[in-house]
């Protein structure tokens, strides 16, 4: 099946201070990504959905100006956290959807702030 | 808004059970989602259903848009099928998660 990856896997950084975590559609072209939360023992929760040269639609409650998302290709999307804060430790999830509408999900990020 | 349960929560099973995992939605949709997320965090697209049956070696999806109602279903099962189990479905473009089953098969 299709394959999507995430780089870092896993990242540590110092509150106060941005991560930007990359999202890749290796085999096929993804018109629109999205881009997931999830807590420990929760759901996933959705972010933000990324078109292609197009601004990214956030969720309600989920500050854009915190959470950037580039999508300049139709292979790579980033999510940046920025100004990191404890409480955004978390799993962060990626998934691109094929022009057929199957989607596909990202290994994930899990990103610690200290 | 789509409201997804899936039952049963938690699933203990023996090696070799036919397992079956359930997921209900409450309004019309264009897709539904199974998904396999293993304790490392991961997940992998399972099955992308809209109607009728799909299966994948020991695995077989099923659904009912009329009843609204989605079966997952596992054959000759194996430890290494231990992991959630979580429906999806997609309403209005975005998908709408269930909270997933947590399987445990025993060898």
């Known amino acids: 099946g299709a394959v999507v990856s995430q780089h870092p896997s896993w990242v540590i950084c110092k509150s106060g201070t941005s991560v930007k975590i990359e999202c890749r559609s290796l085999d096929f072209q993804a018109t629109t990504m999205f881009w997931y939360r999830q807590f420990p023992k929760q759901s996933l929760m959705l972010m933000a959905t990324?078109?292609?040269?197009?601004?990214?639609?956030?969720e309600q409650g989920v500050e854009k100006d915190k959470f950037l998302i580039n999508h300049a290709s139709l292979t790579l999307s980033t999510l940046t956290v920025t100004s990191a804060h404890p409480e955004d430790s978390s799993f962060y999830i990626c998934s691109a959807r094929t022009p057929g509408g199957e989607q596909y999900f990202g290994p994930g990020t899990r990103l610690t702030v200290t | 808004k789509n409201e997804v349960e899936q039952s049963p929560q938690n699933l203990t099973a023996q090696e070799g059970e036919f397992i079956t995992i359930n997921c209900s939605y409450s309004v019309g949709i264009s897709a539904l989602h199974w998904l396999q997320q293993h304790p490392g965090g991961g997940i992998v697209s399972l099955f992308m259903l809209s109607s009728g049956k799909k299966k994948h070696g020991r695995l077989i999806a099923t659904i009912n848009i009329q009843e609204k109602h989605s079966s997952l279903h596992i054959t000759a099962s194996h430890p290494r099928d231990s992991a959630v189990y979580i429906c999806?479905?997609?309403?209005?473009?975005?998908?709408?998660f269930g909270t997933g089953t947590r399987l445990t098969i025993i060898p």
């Open positions: 990324s078109n292609e040269g197009s601004k990214a639609t956030y």
């Open positions: 999806a479905v997609r309403f209005h473009e975005k998908l709408t």
